[in-house]
């Protein structure tokens, strides 16, 4: 098995999206093209197959006969199964990556996403079959436990597809997961590997390897970089968390030393709080279109969540357009007679995100009083979704070891 470990793989299991890069063992790595973003086979659309940098953390299910088995052909399926490890859906198929996410944008409570967010909800049974939340009870439902697997078992079969003479399982692996995650999480992140055949890895809290990566990219002016830091604060806003991390630096024979010093606490806040923020607003304006003021139920705010994540990224994009439509489809008979659309600007996007998650905060200023979590979809949010006030309150907690090691 060693002497098939030709290459050093991570992979980030993101609540968004899945990446993984690679590079070859033993193989001084001079420039940052040394390592390499894996491109992952996935279906783009239907009967169409392309390799993308990201795969979309999300899961399809769809109904019986809504979907031809010729269009969900993936290079490795006929080897592998219908979901590529994930067996016994012949009657009720699963998509997985960008299609699957397109899919979930269509048609409400059929589209498993932030599996990652419910790996670390300690209050519900995490391996068993609960999600999509809120679907109905003809929709199949998986564990998240499960929903981790299948997205890491597309990776390995993409990647055995790639390189059959150096599987991933017999490689060097390292798999990321936030630093607030407690043991539990860690284990059944574990778990999700061994059941998607990567039964041997390691993994690495999300802040080091962000570090680590800055590390790499400034190797050759880190004496300069850091002759004057003595803290770095990190903070990681991932798609379902916000993960801080604090470390001191100092520098020995123009090597930096490393002591991390504080870690946050877990805090479900992240882009999926932005999202469900947008959705909300765009939710108030279609009841106010409409003759009457009615909340979504869970299937059919999923879905609008969804539409409304990719109208902010595309109006927070490149060469952005200055407006986007949302539009929320019917249900049943009333699939297109019954849809709503609203447009939401830039300008509007941006007031949501930045002033609402990222305000300028004064240091004393600490996030509003729990008044219980809020809780939707199942999972408990930050009750203030200020990522800075919460970071006065990380700075606040630690504030004895970092004037310690200030020297102050």
Same mark, same amino acid.
């Given at each position: 098995m060693t002497e098939m470990k030709r290459y050093s793989v991570g992979i980030d299991l993101g609540t968004s999206n899945t990446v993984l890069a690679y590079a070859e063992v033993g193989n001084p790595a001079a420039g940052s093209q040394e390592i390499r973003v894996f491109e992952i086979e996935q279906l783009v659309s239907l009967g169409e197959v392309a390799a993308r940098p990201l795969l979309p953390s999300v899961r399809y299910h769809a109904a019986p006969g809504e979907l031809n088995a010729g269009d969900l052909q993936l290079p490795w399926r006929a080897a592998a199964g219908p979901d590529a490890g994930t067996p016994g859906e012949a009657d009720q198929p699963v998509v997985i990556g960008r299609l699957a996410r397109t899919l979930g944008g269509q048609v409400p409570g059929r589209l498993v996403a932030s599996a990652k967010s419910w790996l670390s909800h300690a209050s519900v049974d995490r391996v068993a079959p609960i999600l999509p939340w809120g679907a109905a009870d003809d929709v199949r439902k998986v564990s998240p436990v499960e929903a981790s697997a299948s997205y890491l078992a597309h990776v390995r079969a993409a990647w055995n597809q790639r390189f059959p003479d150096a599987p991933l399982e017999a490689q060097d692996v390292v798999l990321t997961v936030p630093a607030s995650f407690d043991e539990g999480a860690r284990a059944l992140t574990v778990e999700a590997a061994r059941l998607a055949g990567l039964p041997t890895l390691r993994l690495l809290e999300e802040p080091q390897a962000a570090f680590y990566d800055w590390l790499f990219h400034h190797r050759e002016s880190l004496a300069a970089e850091l002759a004057d830091t003595k803290l770095v604060l990190i903070c990681d806003v991932g798609g379902g968390t916000t993960d801080l991390t604090l470390i001191e630096v100092r520098m020995r024979d123009s090597e930096p030393e490393l002591t991390r010093i504080?870690?946050?606490?877990?805090?479900? #806040? $992240?882009?999926?709080?932005?999202?469900?923020?947008? =959705?909300?607003? @765009?939710?108030?304006?279609?009841? +106010?279109?409409?003759?009457?003021?009615?909340?979504?139920?869970?299937?059919?705010?999923?879905?609008?969540?969804?539409?409304?994540?990719?109208?902010?990224?595309?109006?927070?994009?490149?060469?952005?357009?200055?407006?986007?439509?949302?539009?929320? #489809? $019917?249900?049943?008979?009333?699939?297109?007679?019954? =849809?709503?659309? @609203?447009?939401?600007?830039?300008? +509007?996007?941006?007031?949501?995100?930045?002033?609402?998650?990222?305000p300028a905060v004064a240091s004393h200023e600490r996030p509003g009083r729990p008044r219980g979590a809020i809780v939707e979809f199942g999972l408990p949010y930050a009750t203030d979704p200020a990522v800075t006030r919460h970071i006065a309150a990380f700075l606040s907690r630690f504030a004895a070891q970092s004037r310690k090691a200030l020297g102050s």
């Open positions: 504080g870690v946050g606490n877990h805090l479900m #806040l $992240g882009g999926d709080n932005m999202d469900l923020a947008l =959705a909300h607003r @765009v939710e108030a304006r279609l009841s +106010e279109a409409g003759t009457e003021r009615t909340r979504l139920s869970a299937a059919s705010l999923s879905q609008l969540v969804e539409r409304c994540r990719g109208a902010k990224e595309q109006l927070l994009g490149p060469h952005a357009p200055e407006s986007a439509s949302i539009t929320l #489809l $019917g249900a049943g008979a009333k699939l297109i007679g019954g =849809a709503r659309t @609203v447009q939401v600007t830039r300008e +509007e996007v941006e007031q949501i995100i930045v002033d609402g998650f990222f």
